[in-house]
């Protein structure tokens, strides 16, 4: 399952990696005398590369967190916990969305999220609250 979750941040980070190369290559291929239009249409693109640098380095950071997870079972919450709670199976990890392993669907969670503070820390028959609905931990590897 981590390296389900790796491997799709590393493919991520590649993609970003190529949006900003390609951005940076028709950046420079907007060269001309056209003046206001052509700073306009420049600054629009390195905008468009500054937000993609945001998204790969909160690619990379979601990269170096699952470097420090173990596949060590764990007995409360915790990031690298899979948790099944009465509403679904959580592994807690980077936000990659839903996989699917031996045919159960399983939301990836960032320890960062609102889910994963409602819960962190908790362990087996715990219960929590979040967003008016009460889950119960049921399960924790």
């Known amino acids: ?13 590649r993609k970003f990696e ?8 028709s950046n420079n291929d907007t060269k001309s005398s056209m003046g206001d239009k052509y700073e306009t249409g420049r600054e629009m693109l390195q905008q468009e590369i500054n937000n993609l640098q945001r998204q790969l380095n909160e690619a990379l950071n ?3 967190a699952l470097q420090k ?6 007995s409360k919450v915790q990031n690298g916990a ?9 592994y807690i990890s980077a936000s990659v969305g ?4 031996d045919n159960r669907k399983i939301m990836t969670v960032s ?11 908790l362990v087996k028959k715990q219960t929590f609250f979040i967003n008016n ?7 924790i590897w």
């Open 111 to 121: 320890a960062e999220s609102p889910l994963v503070k409602a819960m962190n820390g």
């Open 133 to 139: 609905v009460t889950q119960v931990i049921e399960e």
């Open 62 to 64: 979601q990269q170096n």
């Open 18 to 25: 190529n949006l900003i190369a390609e951005t940076r290559e």
């Open 1 to 13: 399952m981590l390296e389900i979750i790796k491997n799709k941040v590393s493919e991520k980070i």
């Open 82 to 90: 899979l948790v099944k709670t009465d509403k679904g199976l959580f």
């Open 98 to 101: 839903e996989i699917i392993v």
């Open 69 to 74: 997870i173990t596949a060590e079972p764990l």
